[in-house]
């Protein structure tokens, strides 16, 4: 049981160029997310997923796509990179919404760099 | 819409009691505390539904006041382990779940 994986670990990207972060659960996790997070900004959600085929803007959606074909799977897409999206992006999962016990789990993170 | 915590840092002997409160501009379904070491990812602490309970982990505990739209963490006799960032995670309402919003975070720092 891998729990949430991420590839990279690191990126480095130059201004115009587009590339996806991966993310992977083995877990049968229905809900999935992105953050991205910053020196004293905290962790910001970006998109999230409530289940295969269906996706959500979080508060700052603009520069990232996401889609949703399997459960196990959410990648992120910039599509244009910037110097601003260089920040440490974290995928989280969790198998239910608002009980107890119903934590998300983190992958370790990208460290994602724009020249 | 983001959560507001406070303080942004504290720093604690061994031993020591710390309180961290996160606040809220809107009517919260759920408050959600996380706690993150340096370059690794957040980790789970506890999940606190309205309704004002109060939920305990080891010697850490939360509180969550739904008519202020507040939530408090209580670190009582602070261990070295303790040490970490903060982040309370909220969610507005049940139809909005999978949104969880976290807050700026509050360092944490137990010296021996």
């Known amino acids: 049981n891998a729990g949430v994986t991420q590839t990279p670990k690191f990126q480095v990207l130059k201004t115009g160029q587009s590339m996806t972060l991966q993310c992977a659960q083995d877990?049968?996790?229905?809900?999935m997310s992105w953050y991205r997070q910053d020196p004293g900004m905290g962790l910001r959600l970006i998109h999230y997923?409530?289940?295969?085929?269906?996706?959500d803007q979080g508060e700052v959606p603009n520069g990232y796509n996401v889609s949703r074909s399997t459960t196990e799977d959410f990648p992120l897409r910039l599509l244009s990179a910037a110097p601003s999206q260089t920040s440490v992006y974290f995928c989280a999962s969790s198998y239910s919404w608002g009980g107890p016990g119903n934590e998300q789990f983190f992958g370790p993170g990208t460290r994602l760099t724009v020249l | 819409q983001q959560p507001v915590q406070s303080p942004q840092a504290v720093i604690l002997r061994e031993g020591e009691d710390a309180v961290i409160n996160c606040s809220s501009s809107?009517?919260?379904?759920?408050v959600h505390w996380y706690r993150q070491k340096h370059g690794e990812a957040p980790v789970f602490l506890m999940i606190l539904l309205k309704g004002g309970e109060q939920k305990g982990h080891d010697k850490i505990s939360a509180s969550f006041n739904e008519k202020k739209q507040q939530s408090s963490l209580y670190l009582t006799a602070s261990q070295l382990s303790y040490s970490g960032t903060y982040f309370c995670?909220?969610?507005?309402?049940?139809?909005?779940?999978?949104?969880?919003?976290f807050g700026q975070g509050t360092e944490l720092s137990v010296k021996p």
């Open positions: 995670g909220t969610v507005i309402s049940y139809n909005q779940g999978g949104k969880l919003i």
């Open positions: 997923s409530v289940g295969a085929g269906i996706t």
């Open positions: 809107k009517a919260l379904y759920s």
């Open positions: 877990m049968n996790h229905e809900y």
